[in-house]
């Protein structure tokens, strides 16, 4: 009894792992026949398609999970990096930009501030008429 029950749970076993390794398994690295015919191998003879799975189907050398996780060595290499690198760099120029052009504006207007009520007030001193 405990035999049996040992060996169902090892064909349950071997047939989960082999059907999730199909699956997470890209489709272009697959030997033999193609994925969707992996799975449908798998299914309809668990224990033998999960035991071909392993010794034929696999790719050699490397899991899927190691696959997946591709990532770039160096941040010149992440196309995503440079791209934002570059955004970055050119949000700063123009707010290098508008803020030159606001302290220039801020520059003349308080020169003109000062230019007109000067001319105001000495307008104002020496009146020709004598009017004010």
Do not use: C
Not at 3 to 10: I, P, Q, S, T
Not at 56 to 75: D, E
Not at 93 to 109: F, I, N, Q, T, V
Not at 117 to 127: A, S
């Amino acid at each position: 009894m405990l035999l049996r029950v040992a060996l169902a749970v090892a064909v349950l076993v071997i047939f989960v792992y082999g059907l999730v390794d199909v699956i997470r398994t890209d489709g272009r690295l697959t030997r033999g026949i193609s994925k969707p015919a992996w799975i449908v191998v798998m299914i309809v003879l668990p224990v033998v398609g999960a035991i071909l799975w392993l010794l034929i189907g696999r790719p050699r050398g490397s899991s899927p999970r190691q696959q997946s996780q591709r990532h770039p060595t160096a941040p010149d290499d992440d196309p995503d990096f440079l791209r934002n690198l570059e955004a970055r760099r050119r949000n700063q120029a123009e707010a290098e930009r508008l803020k030159k052009l606001k302290d220039d504006m801020d520059a003349k207007a308080k020169d003109d501030g000062k230019g007109s009520g000067k001319d105001k007030h000495e307008t104002d001193e020496h009146d020709n008429d004598g009017l004010k």
